[in-house]
T-cell receptor
Framework: DAGVIQSPRHEVTEMGQEVTLRCKPI?????LFWYRQTMMRGLELLIY????????DSGMPEDRFSAKMPNASFSTLKIQPSEPRDSAVYFC????????????FGSGTRLTVV | GEDVEQSLFLSVREGDSSVINCTYT??????LYWYKQEPGAGLQLLTY?????DMKQDQRLTVLLNKKDKHLSLRIADTQTGDSAIYFC??????????FGKGNQVVVIP
């Protein structure tokens, strides 16, 4: 099992550009979570999906952020346009059920917006 | 609501025990967790405790749960340099989402 796979590992972009982060959850996991980690705010849940359907997106900072899960094996988090304050590490996690003992995190994408 | 609090930094000498503390507010949490984050990596589940337990031991790790005070602790015995990381406690909320603390950085001094 390759675990949760995120790409890219690092992304440096200029302010105003579109950024797309990608995640492949573990096969058979029906929950997928997007988190953001910063020094100031710690870990923040942005959005999560159950069976490809967004359940709670109340953590998405603003309309510049959007997430999709077109199928069970792929999700994207898009920021358009990006701003320097979006610089953070973005993690994807998946779980086989709602019981949180099964959360598995990817290695994260470190985003730097200059 | 969910509000998990942790202290920020701990340094410990190799071979000593280290204790990391956490308080939480949601008394209905069914599970409480400790995650470890090594530099440049994602969070890795270390151990968890069911809310009807007071203690759980797993090799060098001991988790203590004080439900009355909503206090969770993680003790690492014989701390090794590989234990240097950020440790997060987390609780489940009513909808089985995880609420994380801000993390506690542990630095092991050889």
């Amino acid at each position: 099992d390759a675990g949760v796979i995120q790409s890219p590992r690092h992304e440096v972009t200029e302010m105003g550009q579109e950024v797309t982060l990608r995640c492949k959850p573990i096969s058979g996991h029906d929950y997928l979570f997007w988190y953001r980690q910063t020094m100031m705010r710690g870990l923040e849940l942005l959005i999560y999906f159950n069976n490809n359907v967004p359940i709670d997106d109340s953590g998405m900072p603003e309309d510049r952020f959007s997430a999709k899960m077109p199928n069970a094996s792929f999700s994207t988090l898009k920021i358009q346009p990006s701003e320097p304050r979006d610089s953070a590490v973005y993690f994807c996690a998946s779980s086989p059920s709602g019981i949180a003992t099964g959360y598995t995190f990817g290695s994260g994408t470190r985003l730097t917006v200059v | 609501g969910e509000d998990v609090e942790q202290s920020l930094f701990l340094s410990v000498r190799e071979g000593d025990s280290s204790v990391i503390n956490c308080t939480y507010t949601d008394s209905s949490s069914t599970y409480l967790y400790w995650y470890k984050q090594e530099p440049g990596a994602g969070l890795q589940l270390l151990t968890y405790i069911f809310s009807n337990m007071d203690m759980k031991q797993d090799q060098r790790l001991t988790v203590l749960l004080n439900k009355k005070d909503k206090h969770l602790s993680l003790r690492i015995a014989d701390t090794q340099t590989g234990d240097s990381a950020i440790y997060f406690c987390a609780e489940t909320s009513w909808n089985n989402r995880l609420a994380f603390g801000k993390g506690n950085q542990v630095v092991v001094i050889p």
